[in-house]
């Protein structure tokens, strides 16, 4: 059996709803710097697709890298040449890559009408919270986890098949850090759709000079008032999002950045320590049981 006959079998023993399937890139562009957008053509997925899930992908005929790598949902488009008899609502969706390492320097190289292998949507996504305020906090690439949730919560766009109910927030506000202004891209994705956007970075470049916390501080008391944090980065920032919330006696959901094989829950390799509500612990899988969970229950250390 070859490599990818093992995998497509793999997918469909451990995810059913999920299997491998290839499909055709539309668009492939720089989106900030070291970071591109690309949009694939996949109606089964995009139909499906909530926010805060992902996909796994992989390049096809290609042993090096042989495994697939999980990319969060960004966005799901209507592509305009598409069968106008489809009863699928969206059939392409958007993924943005941060360029580092052996797949995403060989995905860069991926052409417009070129293929590629693909299983999802795959985890569960955010959970559509009751507040007045959502608050989105996002460290380097986290921002392509978050802005389908802000669309949703702010009824631009509704998501899943069929589309589940829309709960709407009042305010949308996205704290967006990064190392310097070059790596934000695709801002004006989340003010078109009403997010009120900070900025910081940690050279001064763009925004303020300085992390999330900072931006987070600057937050007038009246503003937090049923205010519902989701979270997206590196793990240390997530962590210390996570301790602000319980400071200020707001809910706060993580989406974990872990690395995946499988995306299915078969090779145990994306666990985290999770804490169930009489304070001890066990592993949880990323891809299966998360990626998103309440950052309260998150064993940091």
Same mark, same amino acid.
């Given at each position: ?67 697939? @790598? %999980? ?6 488009? !209507?592509?305009?040449?598409?069968? *106008? +008899?489809? =009863? /699928? ?74 589309? @589940? %109910? ?6 949308? !506000?996205?704290?967006?850090?990064? *190392? +310097?202004? =070059? /790596? ?92 169930? =509500? ?24």
């Amino acid at each position: 059996m070859n490599s990818l006959s093992s995998i497509s079998e793999n997918v469909s023993v451990g995810c059913e709803k999920a299997p491998y399937q290839r499909v055709r890139v539309i668009e492939h562009e720089i989106f900030a710097h070291r970071t591109r957008r690309i949009r694939i053509e996949c109606p089964e997925i995009a139909s499906r697709a909530l926010p805060g899930q992902f996909v796994m992908l992989r390049i096809p005929d290609r042993n090096d890298p042989l495994l697939a @790598r %999980p990319l969060a949902v960004y966005d799901t488009h !209507t592509h305009l040449e598409r069968d *106008r +008899t489809s =009863s /699928f609502s969206f059939d392409c969706l958007d993924l943005v890559y941060l360029i580092h390492g052996k797949f995403t320097t060989a995905l860069e190289q991926i052409k417009v009408g070129d293929e590629l292998i693909t299983w999802g949507p795959l985890g569960n996504g955010f959970s559509l919270p009751d507040v007045d305020h959502l608050l989105l906090v996002a460290g380097g690439i986290g921002q392509t986890a978050l802005l389908a949730f802000a669309k949703e919560c702010l009824g631009v766009k509704r998501f899943g098949n069929p589309f @589940r %109910p829309a709960t709407l927030s009042r305010r949308t !506000t996205l704290c967006w850090g990064a *190392r +310097t202004g =070059s /790596f934000f891209g695709g801002i004006e994705d989340f003010t078109s759709s009403g997010v009120d956007v900070h900025l910081a970075t940690l050279d001064g470049s763009t925004g303020i000079q300085g992390t999330v916390i900072d931006l987070l501080n600057a937050i007038p008391p009246s503003l937090l008032d049923r205010t519902h944090i989701a979270c997206c980065g590196p793990e240390p920032m997530m962590a210390a999002v996570g301790a602000w919330a319980t400071h200020h006696s707001l809910t706060c959901d993580v989406s974990l950045e872990a690395p995946m094989a499988c995306g299915v829950g078969i090779c145990f390799t994306c666990v985290a320590k999770v804490r169930d =509500s009489t304070g001890s612990w066990d592993y949880r899988r990323t891809c299966v049981e998360g990626p998103v969970f309440r950052a309260s229950s998150i064993d940091w250390d």
